[in-house]
């Protein structure tokens, strides 16, 4: 059963390109990297996500491809990045994966369920990747031993950047290094997005 859109859905996913615009004209538009190649101190291959649907998935199922992990929210202004992640994961699919993170971590623009979520999202947006079940991703007690790993230094090598809002991204290379931060505002779609995927 399609899942419709809400008005407010609607209306920032109209508002997307203007969003956009004004949040990278407003100095937020930045992208961190790995400039000296640093290793983890621990593997990410050693762990493991719930999956939307129930199933549990290793992360060394992904040795040898590269994984974007974003943390999403189906009522923020940049909700319509689904779309764009869902052309960067159709295009590059050979080489990289997608894994995105539901969360209702910032102004609880995320409230469904499980369910929800994944029905909305493949109903309004044709995603395809895997959704984790809702998670929370901000630095504290409860956050997911992904984001975990992602945003503390003394496990990935070098980066202790915690998503800044829904839609941050973190590239880890075929290797399992962490290579980049995308701020919420850089598109999936971006010249610094693809060309970091393909280099």
Same mark, same amino acid.
């Given at each position: 059963m399609?899942?419709k859109?809400?008005?407010?859905q ?5 508002? !997307? =390109?203007?969003?956009l615009l004004?949040?990278?004209t407003?100095g #937020?538009h /930045?992208?961190?990297?790995n400039?000296? *190649?640093i290793a983890?101190i621990?593997?990410i291959? $050693?762990l &493991?996500?719930?999956?939307s649907n129930?199933?549990t998935?290793?992360? @060394?199922?992904?040795? %040898?491809?590269?994984?974007l992990f974003?943390? +999403? ?6 909700t @319509?990045q ?10 590059s699919?050979e080489?990289?994966?997608?894994? @995105?993170? =539901?969360? *209702?971590d ?5 409230k %469904?369920?499980d369910? $929800?979520i994944?029905?909305f999202?493949q109903?309004?947006? %044709? ?10 991703v901000? #630095?504290?007690?409860n956050q /997911?031993?992904?984001?975990?790993w992602?945003?503390q230094?003394?496990?990935?090598g070098? *980066? ?5 809002w *829904?839609f941050?991204?973190?590239?880890v290379n $075929?290797?399992?290094?962490? +290579? /980049? !931060?995308? /701020?919420p505002a850089?598109s999936?779609?971006?010249? $610094?997005?693809? &060309?970091?995927?393909?280099q």
């Open positions: 399609a899942t859109m809400t008005l407010r609607r209306l920032l996913k109209r508002l !997307y =390109p203007v969003f004004i949040k990278k407003g #937020k /930045h992208v961190l990297s400039k000296q *190649n983890p621990k593997s291959y $050693e &493991s996500v719930e999956l129930g199933e998935r290793s992360l @060394a199922k992904y040795k %040898g491809k590269k994984i974003v943390n +999403t929210a189906s009522d923020c202004g940049y @319509a689904y779309a764009e992640l869902q052309t960067l994961y159709r295009h699919r080489d990289l994966e997608i894994i @995105a993170f =539901p969360s *209702n910032f102004k609880e623009q995320e %469904g369920s369910d $929800e994944r029905q999202c109903s309004v947006y %044709g995603v395809g990747f895997p959704l984790v079940k809702k998670s929370i901000r #630095k504290g007690e /997911h031993p992904v984001f975990q992602l945003s230094k003394e496990l990935n070098w *980066n202790d950047q915690p998503p800044g *829904n941050s991204k973190y590239l $075929e290797e399992g290094m962490l +290579t /980049h !931060y995308f /701020h850089v999936p779609v971006s010249e $610094e997005m693809i &060309s970091a995927v393909h």
